[in-house]
DNA sequence: AATGAATGAGGGTTCATTCAT
DNA sequence: AATGAATGAACCCTCATTCAT
């Protein structure tokens, strides 16, 4: 993974927290500046155009989220177990996936191509390793499924929903571990 | 249903194309007024600001889309042939509602009473009419979920990102009939 | 000759004053704005740029310096007569020439195309118009020089140097119109 | 002549070469720093401001440039022989004034006073050289002008013209020898 | 009702200059 | 003496909104 600089994670924070509550575009460099106590032409020190920003703070909350998925599954034997911690995780970080997606939206008419070589790498990345998963289930008849990938959006499309029905409806009626448990049971049904 | 004068709806087909292409901030109202082929002035005689015109376009569309799911599902018998019939149209309309939800990403920091009590509630009527079809199918046993809450959000939740994935990729690898019919295998088993 | 709308006209004014006097570099929009007595966002609807509004100016400038110079010779007969009253009307906007030469300087390293298309196609006109007037005084064994080429580079030359000087030291003590006769009489010497 | 530290002269090379080629603003100092080899806050060690730095450059240049000059004309008897080695060292320098003065031009609405003082005074001095070479030539009945002014005005003139339209029209139709010959022709006759 | 010329607040970006090392 | 990270003033340009016609 790449290595940042010390203030390039400073900025990403800030930017991060303005982003996910305002939005790309309400969001001004100005006020990233000021959050992260620099001056605004500091930001442009380390970032060529409020769009790079954006960028590279995608690209490392999805590598850092997902190295940690990654990580975490080390070692584990069983797949249902493996997608009891992912999901988990997800359910922690929960909001921080759907803020993503929400930049991701925002931005999603940038230059296309730096789009699917580097920020769709990265979501690719976290699709294939929960089908590979899911693979492994269906293989040791954990998991019954006609195909992985109809499993890996049923899981990931079930969180995501679930995670922004909790949002928006605000009061938390909507009980995430029980979910979890729902899906991995239908996914093993 | 509310009534909608000739031009307020010419508006709306031309501002949907626009922002759903093009993202929300990324559309001005000249190009809205030109492509509905009036002037610049006469899109604020139907809407106060840009806000507005979003809001009501996307309540529009999500009362349309919610008609014609429910007139659809009159007289149906079948709790899971209701299910399908629903399912055939948001596969059908599928990438309207990924556009809508892409939008109401965009302006989720608008006036958030606003929100609440008019995009949000139709939405909200979407949700109970599938949560209704499920409990229904809950009832009379052909589905077997827990809650009817976990069955909805696995219903809409997997539907979306299908459909989200198919439409990433690009490529029609996602086969959407095949993804309706595993969602239906999984809320009856 | 293209036809100019009002305001446009009127921006060129104020361009024109407020360039000449503190450069292109140090002109703001906002200053030519005020000057003219607009809003800043109007100069945008004439100009699609700062650049593209100097040179349209400069265009515009020189096509009404070379009008001038075309009808005020028609009917002359005599090549000198006819040299001499471009030379009066010279002196009269010789510091326009000047300012436009300075201007010109300032934007060499803009689009080269649309400066061979544009405005150096007029500088050019005024060059060919002089020769030909000069390559007439040949013919008519009124000029006496090698080549008209030559004769042409010191007319224009000469003028605008003397202009130059005369501008650069304030003082007055170069006699614009002892130039002008000196260098006739060195044309037909 | 003011003696110059080492470094100085190094970035005067080096922002001779950007502004003459990118003119004065579209110079910046990182970029003179840059090619000097040095730190851009060096560049503040030799210079107080980025006005200073172009006006010490212009005068270093015309120094050197007159220097030559004067020295070239050490013992040599004939006026218009003299005129003639000006002439041929202006021809070899020839790009080097028109860029000064197009830069000079990019600079007058800075400190008046300093100009006066230090840039126009060295102006000054050419112009008083070449005026001189004249004069002498009137007195010896080598020149024939009415006044000294005016043979410097034209020797000048023609001279820088008729190298801006070499080097507008980039094709080398235009002899600078002949010029030469053709201005010291004039001046005789 | 319909228009589009006019507006100016606001934001992204640049770059001369400073200063701690 | 030398450096370059940090700064923020300043400017070009966009575009939602207004209003006279």
């Given amino acids: 993974m790449k290595e940042y600089r010390n203030k390039e994670v400073l900025i990403f924070q800030s930017a991060w927290e303005l982003f996910s509550e305002k939005g790309f575009h309400d969001t001004t460099i100005s006020e990233i500046a ?17 769009e790079e920003l ?4 995608i690209i490392f909350n999805l590598e850092n989220a997902h190295e940690e998925s990654v990580c975490s599954i ?4 069983s797949p249902e177990e493996k997608l009891r911690i992912i999901g988990k995780i997800d359910i922690d970080r929960g909001m921080d996936i759907l ?3 929400k930049i991701l939206q925002m931005i999603d008419d940038f230059d296309k191509v730096n789009m699917k070589n580097n ?29 992985s990938i109809n499993g890996t959006v049923l899981y990931i499309g079930t969180m995501n929903n679930a995670m922004m029905v909790r949002n928006f409806t605000e009061e938390r009626f909507v009980d995430m571990d029980n979910i979890l448990e729902f899906i991995i049971t239908k996914l093993k049904g």
């Fill in 34 to 50: 000021k959050k992260t106590g620099i001056g605004k032409g500091t930001v442009y020190e380390y970032f060529k155009s409020k």
């Fill in 54 to 57: 954006v960028q590279k703070m």
């Fill in 74 to 77: 080390k070692g584990i034997e």
């Fill in 99 to 101: 803020k993503t997606m």
């Fill in 119 to 147: 920020v769709f790498e990265i979501l690719n990345k976290r699709f294939i390793m929960i089908e590979g998963v899911i693979q492994e289930g269906m293989e040791k008849n954990i998991f019954n499924v006609d195909k």
